[in-house]
């Protein structure tokens, strides 16, 4: 609690004290003061704990606010003492003011949990300077000075590590808990925690456009982009208020003019108008909501730039993927060895072998996949032919290694049987064919499972979009259970895709893009929702994507909507639940059902609960 | 230009609603929000008008809850 809120406690704990006093003397001896002396003794609880209500009635009135909640408050209460109702005007005051006090509690909870979330801001950089470490502001460190990051130093600025092996803790900035290693060579970014090493880290950007600055602009600006049912709240707030202050008004005065009952009476029903006119509940538990679930969604790595587009993900009935980074891993490796006439493990050293010298993404995948590495000394003669493959001197044998049209080219027959899917290499040797070692780009770990959990959270229809050829589009569209495939695009065919996708969409669907960030800039920005996945050091992905996952993790994506839902489904709840209530009051007040602690309920107790209703995002999953 | 200011003792959600809605009203405004979760104010007006939307920004303001105070760097 701040010093303000325990003021306030202290003064409602001390009206409510004198209040139960006066109330238990006034019962067992109502005679020992003349009657006038109890409204008198009465208001002393009534200041004490109401006088910055009243206080500040008067001050905005003066500045033209007439319906203030203030101010509200003030004649309900001062109307109750007027109609005879001392206890009333107190205990409303006291309820009114522990209602107030449990809001900015709470509302400071969630920003306090929040921006511990968003804590990745760091406060220094250690620089070396004439032989001494000292600690600078990261703003002040340019690119190319080398920074050194101890352990359990956040690493201030992006860079490439020169010396030193650690782990680093990237959980504030992905979600993920595994800590990463890296050693000299590797970026690192700024925001991951270092756990164990020293690392000496030479910096590549300045802190203006390093990784935490961009993830914290954006996660700032997020809630100025507001969602819809936030700003039909601001524009119900502005209509609802004076609406009921009209009605309570002419509750007073037309029903009496009619001859329907005392003055007294109506005007006592008037005042619970005005106590229930205030649209508090509405106006912080919705925005909360979703301040919850982006701060909630943030937590696990995904950033989402606006609750306008978590309004939107909660729609998500289609989802688009690009194919290569986003559904497969976008590197080669090999998935298949089919030999004959040797063993496996010869025809991927003879492959290898061959390859040796070639820096072909291909070539690398193979001498990736044979373990340990041949002696490199067995290739006499090595030549690549574009195109082609390679053709090569291997133990004094001529090898040769590559697609069709190498085979073709040296005469090679052999039986093309093989039904894998990808990139095919050719073995042969002295004009023997010795077999051939599929390559193909593999799927991601969790792509299933996250395309299957799309769809339990109510994805309608999932579809893919690849530059590469039908067969490759349809074997991993088959392995992964997508219900579409383009294939065979170029990068302005997604866009035309994408187009005819949206014009087929139902009324209230949206439609998510999912990409890595790289080339599908113009894909990204003309979904309704885009995603950019993995963009922990892309700039371009964080800037073109409405919603971004920091690592590459695709099961994050349901986890965006199954998020998103529930954000809405609160909101929801929270409007009707607080409408109902206070037009059920209203109504009840109307007809002298209601009295004036039916009123507070309808004010102070809805929007308690509507709070604590919205805080439960804080802690989504 | 756009820019964002901090606000201190914003403690009542209704008057951030009732303060953008006032903000918006000024001349030059193109938009402008009002964040009660984060305490934050967020101006985009005409380049040429900026310093004076700002001062009537923080004028209103202070009319609709004279305890909010705005930062301005």
Known sequence: MTKKQKKTRTRIVTALVLFLALELAEHLAPDVLPGLAWPVLYLIPYGIVGWDVLWRAVRNIKNGQVFDENFLMAVATVGAFGCGEYPEAVAVMLFYQVGELFQSVAVDRSRKSISALMDIRPDYANIERNGELVQVDPEEVSVGDVIVVKAGERVPLDGTVLEGTSSLDTAALTGESLPRDVQAGDEVISGCVNLTGVLHVKVNKPFGESTVAKILDLVENSSSKKAKAENFITKFARYYTPAVVFAALALAVLPPLLGMGPWLMWVQRALNFLVVSCPCALVISIPLSFFGGIGGASKQGILVKGGNYLEALAQAGIVV??????????????????????????????????????????????????????????????????????????????????????????????????HHVGTIIHVAVDGVYMGH??????????????????????????????????????????QLGLDEVHAELLPGDKVDQVEGLLQ??????????????????????????????????????????????????????????????????????NIVFALAVKFLVLILSAVGVANMWWAVFADVGVSVIAILNSMRMLNAK | MKKTFKMIDLDCANCAAKMEAAIKKIDGVQDAAVSFMTQKLTIQADDARFDAVVQEAVKVCKKVEPDCEIVLK
């Open chain 1, 321 to 418: 993927f690009d194919k290569t980074g986003t559904l497969t891993r976008g590197t080669f490796e090999v998935t298949a060895v089919h030999p004959q006439q040797v063993g496996e493990g010869e025809l991927l050293e003879l492959a290898a072998l061959a390859e040796r010298f070639s820096d072909h993404p291909i070539s690398r995948s193979i001498q990736a996949a044979c373990q340990p590495a041949p002696d490199p000394a067995r290739v006499t003669d090595a030549k690549e032919i574009a195109g082609h493959g390679v053709q090569a001197v291997v133990d004094g044998k001529a090898v040769l290694a590559g697609n069709q049209k190498l085979m073709d080219q040296f005469r090679i027959s052999f039986e093309d049987t093989c």
């Open chain 1, 504 to 573: 087929n969409k139902g009324p209230k669907e949206q439609l998510v893009f999912v990409g890595d960030g790289i080339n599908d800039a113009p894909v990204l920005s003309r979904a309704d929702i885009g995603v950019a996945m993995g963009a922990m050091g892309s700039d371009a992905a964080i800037e073109a994507a409405d919603i971004v996952l920091m690592d590459d993790d695709l099961k994050k994506l349901p986890v965006a909507v199954r998020i998103a839902r529930k954000t809405l489904r609160i909101v929801r709840e």
């Open chain 1, 437 to 478: 070692i599929v390559i193909s780009d593999q799927v991601k770990e969790g792509a299933e499972e996250a395309l299957r959990d799309l769809k339990a959270a109510g994805v309608r229809k999932t579809v893919m979009l690849t530059g590469d050829s039908q067969a490759v589009g349809q074997a991993v569209a088959g």
